[in-house]
């Protein structure tokens, strides 16, 4: 029962209720309505003219959201007639009152604004002559406006109201499917700025190197050219990576995380950085780590190393790990045995700020007292069951 009332409605289901609202509206209030005597005497109509006038307000109710203009008419001008005929007496007015309610409330659902508000001031000018013309027994003449707006408005508003948030919900969800494709687009640029800097600076390295000994060590050159070869091949296959991840249904491999930091320490030394990794674990299961977290950890050091092949080659480094049950932290030191030049066009440290201000977490960079560079961050996280 309750998935039945939780479902969404279908096409079907929905004419189906209005079917049911028409037969109850019309069959049953209006034409019980038309059937009451006057108040104070009076020629009776016929029952035919009385079940034919709760019909011919309420059966349109059927139809309402196919022609919600046409409905809200004529429900208005089969009420006025009713009531200036005396067909209902004005006491019995709250029967065609719901049979316009609903009428009005889906003609401002499905209608624009400005539209469905004219045809219903249109329509209570109407139905507020017909009330000026009975009145005498529930309201007075110059009443009559007053309560022709309680019998069109609230269904008015509610359904107003109802497009509206409508309407705020549709807006609402462009703007995350924007926020959405932007935090995409960012992850997708953050991911190959870090392979193309870290596979770039390896390449640009080895190519002076071979520059420099191609004439005076030909066996040098080619050794530089084979690293030269295995980075760009590195780099293609991790790009490929990224930019699958953008295709609909494609495979591509799991993101890189702290099972790979001991490869990037391999890759590293080929640019003239000895590159320690010292990864503690202080959890039981590895997988405890969302792979998010371990992403941003390697790519820290992989931005880290990076920076110190640029800009303090050839040079020692030490990258420390700490993956405890609550957060990674994240330390990268290089002895500094030259100066480090960080350039202020460079977008390595901002990447590496944003991956943990993204997480919630702590980041610092700067030289080092002793000489060198460090590079401190803190990821927490939540465990994955």
């Given at each position: 029962m309750g998935s039945l009332l939780a479902r969404r409605l279908r096409p079907v289901d929905l004419y189906l209720v209005d079917g049911a609202l028409?037969?109850?509206?019309?069959?049953?209030?209006?034409?019980?309505?038309?059937?009451?005597?006057?108040?104070h005497g009076g020629v009776r109509e016929p029952v035919w003219a009385s079940v034919l006038t709760g019909l011919v307000i309420g059966l349109p109710v059927a139809v309402r959201r196919r022609w919600?203009?046409?409905?809200?008419?004529?429900?208005?001008?089969?009420?006025?007639?009713?009531?200036?005929?005396?067909?209902?007496?004005n006491f019995a007015a709250a029967a065609p009152a719901f049979a316009i309610g609903l009428a009005f409330?889906?003609?401002?659902?499905?209608?624009?604004?400005?539209?469905?508000?004219?045809?219903?001031?249109?329509?209570?000018?109407?139905?507020?002559?017909?009330?000026?013309?009975?009145?005498?027994?529930?309201?007075?003449?110059?009443?009559?406006?007053?309560?022709?707006?309680?019998?069109?408005?609230?269904?008015?508003?509610?359904?107003?109201?109802?497009?509206?948030r409508r309407a705020l919900a549709a807006r609402q969800g462009e703007q995350r499917v924007v926020q959405a494709v932007t935090e995409e687009r960012l992850r997708v640029a953050r991911e190959l700025h870090d392979v193309v800097a870290h596979t770039m600076s390896l390449i640009v390295v080895k190519a002076a190197v071979a520059n420099h000994v191609a004439d005076a060590e030909p066996g040098e050159t080619r050794a530089a050219l084979r690293v030269i070869e295995e980075a760009g091949r590195a780099a293609l296959t991790d790009i490929r990576r990224v930019l699958g991840a953008l295709?609909?249904?494609?495979?591509?491999?799991?993101?890189?995380?702290?099972?790979?930091?001991?490869?990037?320490?391999?890759r590293a030394?080929?640019?003239?950085?000895?590159?320690?990794?010292?990864?503690?674990?202080?959890?039981?299961?590895?997988?405890?780590?969302?792979?998010?977290?371990?992403?941003?950890?390697?790519?820290?050091?992989?931005?880290?190393?990076t920076n110190v092949v640029k800009h303090a080659a050839p040079a020692a480094c030490r990258a420390t790990v700490v993956v405890a049950p609550d957060e990674v932290r994240v330390e990268v030191v290089d002895d500094g045995r030259r100066p480090v030049r960080m350039s202020g066009h460079g977008h390595g440290l901002t990447g590496m700020r944003e991956r943990v201000t993204l997480h919630g977490g702590e980041f610092s960079a700067g030289p080092r007292s002793g000489g060198g560079f460090a590079v401190s961050a803190r990821l927490p996280y939540r465990a994955v069951a």
């Open positions: 028409a037969v109850v509206v019309g069959a049953a209030l209006c034409a019980y309505a038309a059937l009451e005597s006057p108040l919600p203009v046409a409905v809200a008419v004529l429900v208005s001008l089969a009420a006025a007639a009713a009531l200036v005929t005396g067909v209902i007496p409330y889906t003609l401002a659902v499905a209608t624009p604004p400005l539209r469905s508000l004219v045809c219903a001031v249109a329509c209570l000018a109407v139905v507020s002559v017909a009330l000026a013309l009975t009145g005498g027994d529930l309201w007075s003449r110059t009443g009559a406006v007053g309560y022709g707006a309680v019998m069109i408005a609230p269904g008015w508003l509610a359904g107003w109201s109802v497009r509206e295709r609909e249904g494609a495979g591509y491999a799991p993101a890189p995380g702290l099972d790979e930091l001991p490869r990037l320490a391999e030394a080929i640019g003239g950085v000895d590159v320690h990794v010292d990864v503690r674990r202080d959890v039981p299961d590895a997988g405890a780590v969302p792979e998010s977290v371990g992403l941003a950890a390697y790519r820290i050091v992989q931005e880290a190393v």
